[in-house]
């Protein structure tokens, strides 16, 4: 066994340093955080890492020394997953209880002991694809070029691979077939919005800034209302951005709907009522950085709780996004109760794994996809085969008349 310390500014750099040094098969042993002077004499936190990597490669082991290995593996994620929850925790009292640098201790702890978790998950994935052959080992980079998450990958690959098990003639072609069936059971969709028998469906959409917010409102409202011969009424307690409220009643004046501008929870819900008499209400809401505490928190005052009237909420989320926002965007507006996904923007889009990802670590359904600016007709149902055609195809086509399969089913 070849043991090997390293120094670097944060944990994600040691990791790569050890990766690229010893191999993929390298593991780490300890970690701490020291304090030395840089190449300019200043003081600063260093993080020193001690990694090991078996030099000897044996093949052929018994099935149960691999077995062994595996179960080793399985108990060192498990202890890591232990430390971050334990962390959590106490992250979690802290806020509470103790100042303000204890806290940013345990959070570079968390911060550590996760990069650990991801650093040893991803060579776990990358692993685990060697036992499924070159096929498959093809569709797991192709998942991967698709920005689909390393472990996801890894456990689509393993699916897949045993639903293979009992076929005679294994192939590219059928390997392919089997994985978009794997990944369209995955994929989980709402289909349109549903009305009620007596009284008005309300919905209200949320999301970040610049998503789509305004636009996407208005092209169900022009489903519902164009094709579906519903009627819609309109309501916004967007009241902090310039020119919000003028170009919802823009798309008012043309669609010819009701709408109303609420500056007070009460005053919201006391125009939803006002609405009685139609089949839909929808409630557009001010965009805001999810990083924006105080926005967040006035999100949260109007539309945070569902004791005294129920609605539906559609979380707008834009298919060009990295993971990471994604992942941080879905935790902090996850704060207000969502039961859905709207996936916007995917004619910016690069690539589509991201989609696939946030449906498989929230298990929230996506009720529809927009497609560009033009309203009515940019906006179509979210299909489970369609989002997977266009993650393994890596490209998008838009839908020839989308906005008549918007509103299609009810």
């Known amino acids: 066994m070849r043991v090997k310390r390293y120094e670097a500014e944060n944990m994600a750099t040691a990791l790569r340093i050890i990766r690229d040094d010893m191999g993929p098969n390298a593991f780490v042993l300890s970690t701490r955080r020291i304090k030395r002077k840089d190449k300019y004499g ?30 080793s593996e399985a108990r060192e994620l498990a202890s890591l997953q232990e430390q971050v929850d334990r962390l959590k925790r106490e992250l979690a009292g802290l806020k509470r209880e103790q100042p303000t640098k204890e806290i940013k201790g345990i959070q570079q702890d968390l911060l550590e002991i996760k990069e650990l978790v991801e650093f040893a998950t991803d060579q776990w994935a990358e692993e685990s694809i060697k036992e499924h052959g070159p096929i498959l080992g093809a569709l797991f980079r192709r998942l991967k070029n698709a920005d689909i998450d390393q472990r996801i990958a890894a456990r689509l690959i393993a699916i897949t691979a045993k639903e293979l098990s009992g076929s005679s003639k294994v192939d590219e072609k059928e390997s392919l077939k089997v994985l978009f069936d794997v990944m369209k059971r995955q994929m989980l969709t709402s289909g349109p919005i549903s009305l009620l028998e007596s009284g008005p469906k309300t919905v209200v959409v949320i999301g970040p800034t610049g998503v789509g917010k305004t636009t996407t409102l208005a092209k169900i409202a022009a489903q519902y209302t164009m094709l579906k011969k519903k009627k819609v009424g309109l309501l916004t307690i967007d009241t902090f951005r310039i020119g919000a409220v003028e170009q919802l009643k823009t798309y008012a004046n043309i669609l010819e709907l009701p709408l109303r501008v609420a500056d007070t929870p009460e005053q919201m819900r006391q125009y939803v009522a006002d609405f009685s008499d139609m089949d ?8 805001s950085s999810q990083k924006d505490r105080t926005k967040m928190t006035e999100l949260l005052n109007f539309v945070g709780g569902r004791n005294d009237m129920y609605y539906e909420v559609h979380l707008l989320l834009s298919g060009a996004s990295k993971n990471r926002d994604l992942v941080e965007i879905t935790r902090e507006f996850g704060r207000v109760p969502t039961d859905y996904v709207i996936f916007t923007k995917l004619d910016e889009c690069n690539s589509f794994g991201g989609i696939f990802n946030e449906v498989v670590w929230t298990q929230k359904p996506v009720s529809y996809l927009t497609t560009g600016q033009n309203v009515p007709d940019d906006i179509e149902l979210a299909e489970p085969g369609r989002i997977v055609e266009f993650v393994l195809t890596n490209s998008f086509r838009k839908r020839a008349a989308s906005g008549e399969r918007a509103s299609e089913g009810q």
């Open 42 to 71: 200043q003081l600063k936190t260093f993080v020193e890492v001690s990694a090991a990597s078996d030099v000897v490669q044996v093949t052929g082991a018994p099935d149960d020394v691999s077995a062994a290995h595996k179960g």
């Open 280 to 287: 839909l209400v929808l409630i557009d809401t001010g965009g």
